[in-house]
């Protein structure tokens, strides 16, 4: 009986397996017809400074509408994206036009764009950028690619490497979702980082809850010792960001400065107090 209870829950198991492969072949040939159609698009979150509410750059994120199923997160087609190998080329053309927007943007304005983990362990990532910054004539300044701890880790040497290469051109390194990733202070030791970004979970109560709190300060003293800003992400109330001020973060991101969308210029040339009066 056992033996047939065990079959049982095996195919059930087996045919799981195969209905979420199927999903994730459906969606890779999706993925590959809106490269060729040119569906994906970006949108920009702005980043500002803490003590001074000046804007110091956008992040950009990667979207997609997907034919029959709407928006689709990139923190779900983007592990897809790896697996069929397409995120070699989305990632080249999220580069290309983050350059190509950003050269247009107000002097000292960064962009800031995401690389996946198989990203970062392909060599090719050196030839893209530099492409990108050639093509755009963005000064490599301007330039910030952000990396999380965990794809850092999948191929050590291999990031390292193309790291130092990408910093030697003059682009910088911000670490994503800090906190949140495997060996988070071995990390810091080894690679050349220019910012830290606090992952947003962190974020959660903090200006109620005395432990987040306490975690969110050890960071931004951890920044301090090392010499490197530290950036708050999703920060939603004025609560929190009072917070950040109070223990001296440098930079935030979140809905409550601006949702990610198309940049409104208004908005952006005029660096107003706006988000600590609500
Ligand atoms: P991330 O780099 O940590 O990006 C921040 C995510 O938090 C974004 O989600 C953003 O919309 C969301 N967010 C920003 N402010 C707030 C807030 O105040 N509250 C809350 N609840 N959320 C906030 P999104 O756009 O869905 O992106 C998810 C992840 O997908 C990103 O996380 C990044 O890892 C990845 N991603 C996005 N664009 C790209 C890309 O062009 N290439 C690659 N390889 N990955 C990308
Ligand atoms: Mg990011
Ligand atoms: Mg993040
Ligand atoms: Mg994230």
Not at 141 to 152: A, D, F, H, P, Q
Not at 167 to 192: E, H
Not at 259 to 264: H, K, Q, T
Request: aromatic share 6%; net charge negative; hydrophobic share 40%.
């Amino acid at each position: 009986r056992a033996k047939a209870e065990f079959d049982r829950h095996i195919c059930y198991y087996e045919r799981e397996m195969d209905e979420h492969a199927r999903q994730r072949r459906e969606m890779a040939k999706d993925i590959w017809t809106a490269l060729e159609q040119d569906a994906f698009y970006l949108v920009y979150q702005v980043q500002k400074s803490v003590a001074t509410n000046e804007i110091t750059g956008y992040e950009v994120l990667l979207r997609w509408d997907r034919p029959g199923h709407g928006l689709v997160s990139p923190a779900d087609f983007v592990p897809v994206a790896e697996e069929c190998g397409a995120i070699g080329a989305i990632g080249a053309w999220v580069l290309k036009m983050a350059c190509l927007d950003a050269a247009s943007w107000p002097e000292p304005h960064k962009v800031a764009v995401n690389i996946s983990g198989l990203q970062l362990s392909q060599v090719d990532l050196i030839e893209t950028v530099r492409a990108a910054l050639l093509r755009s004539g963005l000064s490599p300044k301007r330039l910030e690619l952000e990396v999380t701890e965990t794809s850092i880790i999948a191929d050590k040497n291999r990031a390292l490497h193309i790291l130092r290469q990408v910093k030697a051109m003059g682009v910088s390194i911000a670490i994503d979702d800090f906190g949140t990733g495997y060996s988070s202070l071995d990390t810091l030791r080894s690679f050349p980082f220019d910012k830290i970004k606090i992952d947003r979970s962190f974020m959660n109560e903090v200006e109620v809850n005395e432990q987040s709190k306490a975690i969110v300060r050890a960071i931004l003293a951890l920044g301090r010792s090392l010499h490197v800003p530290v950036l708050a992400e999703g920060v939603e109330t004025t609560a929190q960001l009072e917070v950040l001020r109070a223990e001296g973060c440098t930079e935030a991101q979140g809905f409550l400065l601006g949702r990610p969308g198309a940049i409104d210029w208004n908005d952006a040339l005029e660096p107003t107090l706006r988000t600590s009066a609500g």
